[in-house]
């Protein structure tokens, strides 16, 4: 992954790379008393389960300094690899709460008919409360970006009409999504209250930048 940063680097200077570990994926051989099987898993539970290649049995704890990854993070990973659906490890204390405390081993009797499983990620459910956190961030930031790109626009133009102006800023902004007019009028106008901009007095559709 460092070399392929390198290379994104070398390549473009305007965009940052940033590897989202927790998006990747991996398959593992794992063999139990019962047969082979083929674990389609994330990354982080995949690091979970090679530790396991040096050690019988380790505590949450242990874990997290061994693997060096966040506790919440690990803590997904060992409920989805103890508590879920195919239980690979077995934890003392038995049951769903997890602690640093907790230890862990593989679990020798797990038995499964099919070879290739795909382990699912223990995922933090969404709620209504910040789904709605979410679209609110989104439209702030995007009210951003259309201010900055009138602002742009009519800092190198100095004059525009009403229609050109939109239009252009429709042209910039829709490779990322399609701005809507109306909006595009409301940021006009409070460009025009914070006086980035004015009207012309004589022709209301016509905009003047302000330095």
């Known amino acids: 992954s460092t070399q392929s940063t390198w290379v994104y680097d070398s390549r473009t200077q305007s965009?940052?790379?940033?590897?989202?570990?927790s998006l990747g994926g991996a398959t593992l051989l794992a063999r139990f008393p019962q047969g082979d099987k083929d674990l389609a898993v994330n990354v982080y539970?995949?690091?979970?389960?090679?530790?396991f290649n040096e050690a019988a049995a380790a505590t949450g704890a242990e874990l997290e300094q061994r693997l060096q990854l966040p506790w919440e993070e690990l803590r997904k990973a060992l409920q989805s690899l103890a508590c879920g659906r195919f239980r690979l490890l077995v934890k003392e204390p038995a049951g769903k709460e997890l602690k640093p405390t907790d230890a862990f081993a593989v679990n020798d009797e797990?038995?499964?008919?099919?070879?290739?499983?795909?382990?699912?990620s223990s995922l933090p459910k969404t709620t209504a409360k910040?789904?709605?956190?979410?679209?609110?961030?989104?439209?702030?930031?995007r009210r951003h970006t259309i201010e900055a790109c009138i602002v742009r626009l009519m800092k190198s133009r100095k004059v525009l009409e009403h229609a050109q102006l939109v239009g252009e800023v429709i042209m910039i902004l829709s490779q990322h999504w399609k701005p809507d007019p109306k909006i595009i009028k409301r940021r006009i106008d409070d460009l025009i209250a914070r006086e980035y901009l004015e009207r012309d007095p004589e022709r209301t559709s016509l905009y003047r930048y302000l330095a």
Not at 45 to 51: G, N, R, T
Not at 130 to 141: F, G, L, N, P
């Open 130 to 141: 910040s789904t709605q956190a979410v679209v609110q961030q989104v439209e702030e930031d």
């Open 45 to 51: 539970q995949a690091c979970v389960l090679l530790a």
């Open 110 to 120: 797990f038995a499964e008919r099919m070879r290739k499983i795909r382990v699912p």
């Open 15 to 21: 965009r940052v790379l940033r590897w989202v570990h």
